[in-house]
């Protein structure tokens, strides 16, 4: 399946990745530092990773790969729009100029969520909760206004989180689950693999070990077994390019000056709150 670079959609880029491009992922940068939901811009978060990268080189433990492969993968990619989708839905509700929009564009993304949820896309699913979870994003006033049917979304999609977080082979959870279109969360995936690489590969006398590269090796078979299997719906390209082109132009800004823009972002202070206390302190001032 051939994937435009400028419209990165998520089932073709899982469906170019191979199991070998789980490997080896912390040598290129990849870490659970890129777990921490920011209020930055993505082409900032990944200029920041590639710098600390350079300044800190992989170190000389033990691996099995002679040469690192290309940071350029399919894999790379997919969280690179991950992180961009979680910038763009943070930004979209900041940039809302009334609170009844903004309880709207919030509860769209916690029921869109919800589907992807349902249907195992946990990437896209992942990317939107990341968003929800800015900083900035949690703080806002609207969440007050929510109604408890989109509270009860958050917590169950939080509690898919951690489901997610504690196993690795938690998508496998009951005999059908290869049967079904699955599309995991690609960062989350990959910290289970760094942590069944963790340590040597082989014993004091040179040899191999070789239950740990076979549990490795069952953890990213999940891969393969998730790929032979696709969604049958047709993709809506004219969607696609709508949302592309509104990634794109959030794609350079900070949440937070978006954030400054409108109002409906910040606590009201109460009826003559602050100005009721200036006028106080003024004609203390003048009354001396």
């Not at 670079?5 to 990849?30: A, C, E, M």
């Not at 350029?72 to 809302?96: F, G, K, N, P």
């Not at 977080?165 to 279109?181: E, I």
Request: charged share 20%; with cysteine.
């Amino acid at each position: 399946m051939d994937v435009d670079s400028n419209k990165p959609k998520v089932q073709g880029l899982f469906q170019l990745t191979h199991p070998v491009h789980y490997l080896d992922s912390k040598s290129r940068g990849i870490t659970v530092a890129l777990t921490m939901t920011g209020t930055r811009a993505p082409s900032m978060i990944r200029l920041n990773s590639q710098t600390q990268l350079e300044e800190n080189p992989t170190n000389t433990s033990s691996s099995l790969f002679e040469t690192k492969m290309s940071h350029d993968t399919a894999v790379q990619r997919m969280i690179d729009h991950a992180q961009e989708v979680s910038h763009w839905v943070a930004s979209e509700i900041v940039s809302c100029s009334s609170g009844k929009s903004q309880i709207a564009v919030l509860s769209k993304f916690l029921h869109t969520a919800q589907i992807c949820k349902e249907m195992r896309n946990y990437s896209s699913c992942m990317a939107i909760l990341d968003g929800l979870e800015n900083l900035i994003i949690k703080q806002l006033p609207v969440w007050k206004n929510l109604s408890g049917k989109y509270i009860d979304i958050l917590e169950d999609l939080n509690n898919t989180r951690m489901f997610l977080k504690n196993d690795a082979r938690s998508l496998m959870d009951n005999k059908d689950s290869h049967l079904f279109p699955t599309i995991p969360s690609i960062l989350l995936f990959l910290l289970h693999v760094q942590q069944q690489e963790i340590g040597g590969f082989t014993l004091a006398n040179q040899m191999y070990k070789w239950s740990k590269m076979r549990s490795i090796c069952q953890v990213i078979d999940q891969i393969r077994i998730f790929k032979n299997h696709i969604y049958g719906f047709e993709p809506n390209y004219e969607l696609q390019d709508i949302l592309q082109q509104r990634m794109r132009e959030f794609s350079g800004q900070d949440v937070h000056i978006v954030a400054s823009q409108h109002d409906t972002n910040y606590q009201k202070m109460p009826s003559g709150g602050i100005s009721a206390a200036f006028r106080k302190v003024r004609k203390k001032v003048q009354a001396k």
